[in-house]
Structure formats: C-alpha cells, structure tokens
C-alpha cells in the first residue's frame, strides 16, 4: 500500500542553500547520468516506476518480523519486477536489463535488497556469459521473463574466496547423459547465495567436473532445484536460507546441498568448454579464467554502485547539516548551520567528490570492459589479465572507500543518523558486504598485484607495459619524483608513489630468495606490502582517470560547471595527496613547506565549495523516494520527520506495555 507523505514547505535554510548556488545544477546532472538523453531517459523511468508503484511502506521495513520482510520484499520484487518487464526494458531495450537506472530505481522499493537481485543481477548475466547460442535461446527467455527465477552458487561453507578448492561434485554418467551433483561434505554446502534459500527455482552452480575419471576443474551448470508448481525442493535437494545478517535482511541468502541429484548434460554450461555425449572433455576457452566472467562483471559494475551509494549517503548528510544548528560560536550570536564547520565540510565534501571520481571512473572502466570482452568474442585474450588486474583493484578500492566515506556520513549527522530511518545504517551494512562480496579487499589486490609485479619486471627490463601500468616505463628506474603541487605534479605523484611501492615489494621478494626461501614463502613474507602497493597503483589510475574524464566531459560545459567541477577534482587530488603524506615523503621532493601550502589551499578550497554544498548534492537528483531518510528529504524538515517516523515504532501502538505488568510492577512490589 502506497502511503501518503504530507506535502511541506522547504526548510528555509535549505532555501537559502540554494539560492547561493552559483552553478546550472542540470548540466552536473547530465555529466552525472552520462548525456542529456541519458537524464531524460532515467526521469521518464523513474516517473513511470514510482507513479505506479507501492513504493512506500505504512510499516517500516525495520519495524517488521524476518518473514514479513521476507514476504513484504517479495510482493514489491513481484510489481517492481513487472514494471521492469512491462514498461522499463522498452525504454533502455531488453538488452540493457542490466541498466543502473533500473538498479536505482529499485532503491525507491526496497530500502534494504530485493531477493530478485541477484536473478538480474548474476543469474542472468551468466547466463549471457557463459552459455551456448542453444542454451541462451531456452533459458534466457524463460529468466528474463520470470517463468524461471534464479541465484548464483559458488561459495560453501567452507570456501569462498579459494574457488579451486570447491568441494561440490559434478560426475559424469555417460550411460544416462546426465551429471551427478554431490555435496560430499558439510563444508562443501553452498552457502550465501542471494535469493537462493527461498525465492529462487533454479540456481547456477560452480562445481569440480569430473568425467571418464578425470577432475577438470570448476564449471557451472544450470540446476533446477524446486519444482515450479508447488515450489517444493526437489528430492535431492536440501535447501534453506543461512539466518539474520548485518543487511541483506530482506533478501533470502541460502545453502543448497546435494544427494547425487541428476541433471542433463545440457545443463552443463558450454560456452569454454563442454563434456560430449561420451564423456570426452573439450576446452575451446584460450584463457582459462573465462568461467570467472560474471564476477568480473560485477566488480565492474560496483564501481558504479559504490558512486551511487555514496552520492545517497552525501545527499542526506549535507542537508541535514545545512539544516542542524549546533553551539554558539560566539556568545548571543544565532548558532551556526553545522555545514559551516570546515571539519563537516572535510567529513562530507570529498564524498561529493569521491561519488564523481567513482562514477566517471566506472564509466571508463564499463568501457574498457566492453572493449575487452568484444575482443574475447573474437577469440583475442590478450586484454584479460590487465582487465582483471584493473576491475580487482577498483572493486576493492571503490567499496572500502565508499564504506569509510559512508560512515563519515553518519558521524557527521551525530545521533539521528544512527537511526534507521535517516538510512545510513542501511546503506553502511549494504556497502560493508560489498567488501567482502565477489572477491575479498585483500585478495583482489593481491591479484592486482601479481600483475603489477609483472609489469615492473617488464618496465624494468625496458620493455613498453600496458597502458594502465605505463607509468611505469617513465618511473621504474627513478628514485624519487620532482614535487609540483598542480594537478599533473599530483597525478605523477600517485604514480611515483605506487611505482616506489611496487619496486619495493619486487625488490624483498628478490631479497628473500636470496635469503634462501622459495618464491611462495617470499611472496607470502611481502604480501603487507603487496597490498599497500596495489592499492597505491589504483589510487594513481583514480586520480588520473577522475582527472582526465573531468577534463573531457567539461568541454563543453558552461564557465562556473566547468570551474565547480574542476574544484571538486582538485579537492579529490589534494585530499589523498594529504592522506598520503608519508608516502609523498618517500617518493617525492616534497618538502614540509610544500605540505602546509597544500593543507592550506585545501582548506581554502572547501570554503570555496561551501556555498555551492546543498546545490551539488540536488545535482545528483536523487528523488525522496529513492533516499528514503528523515535527514535527507529535499525540503529538509528532519525533526517533523524524526518524529513521524517514531510514531510508527510498534512499541508506541499501546500506551503501556504488557511487560509492564507482567514483570516491571511484581518487580516494583518485591513478588517477582
Ligand atoms: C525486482 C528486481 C530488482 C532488482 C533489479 C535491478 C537490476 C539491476 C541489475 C544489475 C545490477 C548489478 C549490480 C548490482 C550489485 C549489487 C548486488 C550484487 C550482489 C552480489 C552478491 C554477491 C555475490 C558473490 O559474492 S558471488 C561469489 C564471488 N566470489 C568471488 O569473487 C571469489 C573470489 N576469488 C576469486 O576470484 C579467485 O579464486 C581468485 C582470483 C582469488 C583466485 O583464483 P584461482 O583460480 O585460484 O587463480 P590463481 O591461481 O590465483 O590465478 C591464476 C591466474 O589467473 C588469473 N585470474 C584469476 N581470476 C581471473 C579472472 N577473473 N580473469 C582473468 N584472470 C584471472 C590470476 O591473476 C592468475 O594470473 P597469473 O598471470 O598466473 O598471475
Ligand atoms: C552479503 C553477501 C552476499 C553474498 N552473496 C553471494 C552469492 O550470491 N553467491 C555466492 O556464491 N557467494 C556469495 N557471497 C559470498 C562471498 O562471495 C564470499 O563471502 C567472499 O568471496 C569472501 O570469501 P570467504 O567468505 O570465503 O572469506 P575468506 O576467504 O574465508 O576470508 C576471510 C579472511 O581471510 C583473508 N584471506 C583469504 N584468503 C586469503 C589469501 N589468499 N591471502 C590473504 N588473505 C586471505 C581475507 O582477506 C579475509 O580477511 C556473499 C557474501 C555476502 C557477505
């Protein structure tokens, strides 16, 4: 049920904000959205999503028992699901089911997650990934259209991250040309996957294929696991969701285990390599980590998603914090908006600036990965190892700096933003999974950095890198960088900076062997290392992808966007130049001087930001419904919002409560 907000005046501060904006808020949108048609497009969803539907609940999504979340969240997925399927997709074209917008738009429904996410968001696009032309045309209809609803099993209870060492079974029965799927051990049950444990009918499973007495590895197969009729699990299936969680609280993350369950050879997903009717195994992929596609996608597409949820995350703490006044600074003279301290403008200006870098970042990442995979098409893997080294790390970087920005977030609305219904809870605990989700933050640099310790021994020896590593043909053989405190001298910086780094870990892992240990043990032993300088080198991609997208996509903007925009970057370069002050110290000519001029030009630049504060959040036009915060709302009246809010506490239905009488009075009269 749809229910009805008052309609109030905007707060007159957030009135004034925005009267100082001295910027065409529209044309940052635009950038924002990629194009004016992108803009338009993503209104007239948005209009046609939430004009139809129940986007709002009369109960809090928090005030609600595990179920009826569950329930509630399913009813919601249902209409949204068929907005998207009726009205969306003819919009941005079925081949764009995959759209942010449809992603965003979901947030106007779901304040927490949709148990169809990952339908959409895995299941799908591994099907697409990771099918034969004839396995695409019978089932990816069926899941596009919903007749088929399913989730992505990789990760047991007894292994995520290390995929080789999955335990689930895939055996090949050539007599009945069917697999045999098995979970030999508790920790060889799936478990985790999103929408698995009650929603889903069908699922994707990674398992270790064996055939003609063989193991070949981790592939995937497409299981049925509950009937479609009675949505009962089949026999052979023992499935059921894994209990309460930091977030995820409305979707149904599940465990799926096997008793030697059956399926058909066709269900074995065929597009790198197939089982024949006899059992023979025939690898056609040229690269061996083609299986992994869909989560390479999905890093990719998180960079995105971390701008998003970092833009919410600014949007309510800057209105909050121009509407909450605290402490007067002066005696009898009115107290000031707390957006006028520079400490809440530190706290909160770089996540403006950090959800720009982020998604024009991603939006050259999305690039790049489409670029890379139409070469895969063509049978040319060349790309790949740099494209994994590259979605590794940003993935990595982009959701542990939304996370630390997010929570920035809440600190700077004091305690109303520890309440739920300001929604930074349920962002912060939606972003911490991100984290850990699709690749750990360790592990995937630690990937990004096998491949830079590649690339330096290829700089070293004076052979031409790849372009995201070419820095390193200019910096490997340098000591230290001459400090220029413009925008390119901080650029080189990063790069000098993650060149020392990933010299310095080639240089211990040399040491080492020499010592006398092995490759591995030397590898392990700098792997503290490895980490900081595989973060270090996405910083340097960052800084220089934020910098130079910034740069082309204001060309055409008019005068005062091209200079908020520029200020935003330049803060964006100046804040982690000054996080990373030792480091300059080490790679650089910087000297102590050089540092109080920046730390001073840096306060000096948010003070210039301030006026146009409120503005560059409305920039990301991010309708109340999809906000959902008492804190954040585009009129900014919190404290009747608080208040309204508290009155839907279940505890405030009855004056007193029955606890009252049964324990808190025989306590009072000494009969308890
Ligand atoms: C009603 C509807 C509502 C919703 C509607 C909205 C619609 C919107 C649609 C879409 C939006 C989508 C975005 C939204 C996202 C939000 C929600 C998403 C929820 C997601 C939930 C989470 C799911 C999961 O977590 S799935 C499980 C993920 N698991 C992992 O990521 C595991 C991590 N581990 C690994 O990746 C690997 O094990 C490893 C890489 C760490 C190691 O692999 P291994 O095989 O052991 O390889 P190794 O020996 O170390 O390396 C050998 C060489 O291979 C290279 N390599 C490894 N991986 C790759 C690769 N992927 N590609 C290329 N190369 C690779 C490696 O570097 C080595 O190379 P070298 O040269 O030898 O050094
Ligand atoms: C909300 C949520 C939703 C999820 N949804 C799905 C889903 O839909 N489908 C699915 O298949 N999975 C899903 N997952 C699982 C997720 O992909 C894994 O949890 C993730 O990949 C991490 O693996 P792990 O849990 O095994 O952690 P572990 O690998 O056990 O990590 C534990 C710690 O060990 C460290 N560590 C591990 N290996 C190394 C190493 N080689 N070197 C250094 N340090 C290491 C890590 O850095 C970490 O600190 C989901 C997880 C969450 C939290």
Same mark, same amino acid.
């Given at each position: 049920m749809k229910a009805n907000r008052p309609k109030r005046d905007v707060h007159p501060d957030l009135a004034r904000e925005r009267l100082k904006c001295n910027f065409n808020i529209e044309e940052v949108t635009n950038i924002i959205d990629g194009g004016k048609d992108k803009t338009l497009e993503r209104k007239k969803i948005e209009d046609i999503a939430l004009n139809n539907g129940a986007c709002l609940d009369e109960i809090p999504d928090e005030c609600l028992s595990i179920k009826e979340r569950y329930e509630n969240a399913i009813r919601k997925s249902c209409i949204y699901s068929n907005i998207v399927r009726n009205e969306m997709l003819e919009i941005t074209g079925m081949e764009n089911f995959e759209s942010p917008v449809l992603r965003r738009t979901a947030d106007a429904f779901f304040k927490d997650i949709s148990p169809f996410m990952l339908h959409l968001g895995m299941f799908v696009p591994t099907l697409i990934g990771q099918s034969t032309p004839e396995q695409m045309a019978e089932w990816l209809p069926k899941a596009l259209d919903m007749k088929i609803i399913g989730a992505y099993a990789q990760t047991e209870l007894g292994h *995520? !991250?290390?995929?080789? *060492?999955?335990?689930t079974t895939a055996t090949y029965d050539p007599d009945k040309e069917e697999f045999v799927l098995h979970s030999p051990t508790i920790t060889s049950y799936k478990w985790w996957a999103g929408g698995l444990g009650k929603t889903a009918n069908h699922c994707v499973v990674m398992a270790q294929l064996y055939t003609q007495g063989e193991c070949h590895g981790t592939h995937l197969f497409i299981v049925q696991i509950r009937d479609l009729d009675t949505h009962m699990p089949l026999p052979g299936i023992k499935v059921g969701e894994i209990g309460p969680r930091m977030g995820f609280s409305s979707a149904d993350n599940g465990f799926l285990g096997f008793n030697s369950f059956r399926i058909p050879r066709q269900n074995m997903l065929m597009k790198h390599a197939k089982v024949e009717k006899d059992g023979c195994y025939v690898k056609s992929a040229k690269h061996g980590k083609l299986t992994y596609g869909t989560m390479v996608f999905i890093r990719v597409t998180l960079v995105s998603e971390m701008s998003f949820n970092l833009s919410k995350a600014a949007t309510i703490a800057i209105r909050y914090s121009a509407v909450r006044r605290q402490t007067e600074l002066r005696p009898n003279e009115p107290e000031p908006q707390i957006l006028d301290y520079p400490t809440q403008q530190h706290k909160l200006f770089i996540c403006i600036a950090t959800a720009h870098a982020f998604q024009l970042t991603s939006k050259w990442l999305w690039d790049t990965f489409q670029a890379v995979m139409a070469d895969v098409r063509k049978g040319n893997v060349d790309a790949l190892p740099e494209l994994h080294a590259l979605s590794s790390c940003l993935k990595a970087v982009s959701t542990s700096d939304a996370l630390s920005h997010i929570e920035q977030c809440r600190f700077a609305c004091g305690g109303h933003g520890y309440m739920l219904s300001s929604n930074l809870p349920f962002i912060y605990s939606f972003v911490a999974a991100t984290r850990t989700y699709e690749g750990d933050y360790t592990v995937l640099l630690l990937q990004t950095a096998r491949f830079l310790v590649k690339a330096w021994e290829q700089a070293e020896s004076g052979n031409n890198v790849t372009p995201t590593v070419a820095y390193l043909n200019r910096t490997?053989? !340098?000591k230290r960088v001459v400090w220029d405190n413009t925008h390119e001298g901080i650029i080189q910086s990063f790069q000098a900076i993650a060149a020392g780094k990933i010299g310095q870990c080639v240089r211990s892992i040399r040491d080492r062997i020499k010592s006398g240990m092995d490759y591995e043990d030397a590898w392990l032993m700098t792997t503290v290392q490895l980490v900081a300088a595989a973060e270090a080198h996405c910083r340097a991609v960052l800084v220089n992808t934020y910098w130079n997208e910034m740069i082309r996509l204001t060309k055409s903007s008019s005068a005062n966007v091209k200079t908020v925009m520029h200020q935003l970057a330049v803060l964006y370069l100046m804040y982690w130049a000054l996080e990373k002050t030792g480091d300059l110290l080490k790679y650089s000519s910087v000297s102590k001087q050089d540092l109080d001029d920046l730390q001073r030009r840096y306060e000096e630049l948010l003070a210039a930001l301030r006026p146009n504060a409120v503005s560059l959040v409305d920039a990301f036009d991010l309708r109340d419904e999809i906000l959902h915060s008492s804190l954040g709302s585009y009129d900014g009246c919190v404290y009747e919002r608080l208040m309204e809010e508290a009155q839907k506490s279940p505890l405030n239905a009855e004056p007193v409560n029955p606890s009252f009488h049964k324990y808190i009075k025989p306590l009072m009269q000494g009969k308890l």
């Open positions: *995520g !991250t290390f995929i080789r *060492g999955l335990e490997a053989n !340098t």
